[in-house]
Each structure stands twice: as C-alpha cells, then as structure tokens.
C-alpha cells in the first residue's frame, strides 16, 4: 500500500513539473498573425527597422501578445534603442513574468548599457523559471560569463 502511494506522489510530481515548464515557454502563444509572422522572418533576417513595424502593428490590435512586445524588444535592441527596447520588454513581462524569452533578452540588454547585476537579476529569474534548465538560461549565462571576462 506504501508503495502504491509512493508511486501516485513521485508521478504526480512529475506531471505538475512538466506542467510548469511546459507554461513558461519562451513564445506563451503562436498567433497566426500575418504581421506577426512577417515579423518573426524579418527578425531571422536581421531586418530590424522592418520588424519594428510589423510588431507595432502586432501589438496595436493584440496589445496582450507577450511574444510580439518581446520581438520589438530583441528588434528595438539590435538596433540600440534601447529605451524601447526596455519598455518593450517590461511590457512582455508584464503580461506574462515568466516569458523565458523576455528575461534572457532582457538579460542581454542589460549586459549592453553596463547593468551586469541586473542580468544576474534575469539570470535567476531563468534559474527558477527553468526548473530543468532551458536554451534561455544557458544563453544568458554565456552572455554573462563572456561579459565578464572581457
């Protein structure tokens, strides 16, 4: 009988722990947006200016869109904006805290305008997000590490 309820415990656990990883996921939704996904190839095609434009739209129309306020953060911080890239990014969080994306980017920017203690801040923010680590974590780590060591 012990063991039985060991087992229902030990599965349980796991299967809330996926859970909770599964909800901090870098992009909390993928909209099938046209100006949302012209965004994201303009992104991956470092044509920042362009998909500044096409995120603002995103977000004039889906103002709760974590993931597009994230890409106008990356994008406005590219280009070092980073006044708007910051505010971009406070908004993501705003709007879902445990946006892994947000926090590395956030993290990243932080880095550029010479706040290292700040991305810690976001680093340990991912450490506890992250509960069995994630690609954000290691990338705001590395950041971090070649930061310091320059």
């Known amino acids: 009988?012990?063991?039985?309820?060991?087992?229902?415990?030990?599965?349980?656990?796991?299967?809330?722990?996926?859970?909770?990883?599964?909800?901090g996921s870098s992009s909390s939704?993928?909209?099938k947006d046209g100006y949302y996904e012209q965004g994201v190839k303009a992104v991956e095609s470092a044509d920042y200016k362009k998909a500044i434009k096409l995120f603002n739209k995103v977000v004039a129309t889906k103002p709760t869109n974590a993931d597009a306020w994230n890409y106008l953060g990356l994008s406005n911080r590219k280009l070092k904006n980073f006044e708007q890239?910051?505010?971009a990014y406070q908004k993501a969080l705003a709007i879902d805290p445990k946006h892994r994306g947000a926090n590395e980017y956030l993290g990243e920017l932080y880095l550029q305008t010479g706040e290292p203690?700040?991305?810690?801040?976001?680093?340990n923010k991912l450490d506890d997000i992250c509960f069995f680590g994630c690609e954000e974590f290691d990338d705001l780590k590395a950041a971090i590490l070649a930061y310091e060591n320059q």
């Open 1 to 23: 009988m012990l063991i039985k309820y060991l087992m229902a415990v030990v599965i349980s656990f796991v299967v809330v722990s996926v859970a909770m990883a599964a909800g």
């Open 29 to 31: 939704t993928k909209p």
């Open 85 to 87: 890239a910051l505010s």
């Open 117 to 123: 203690e700040k991305a810690r801040e976001r680093l």
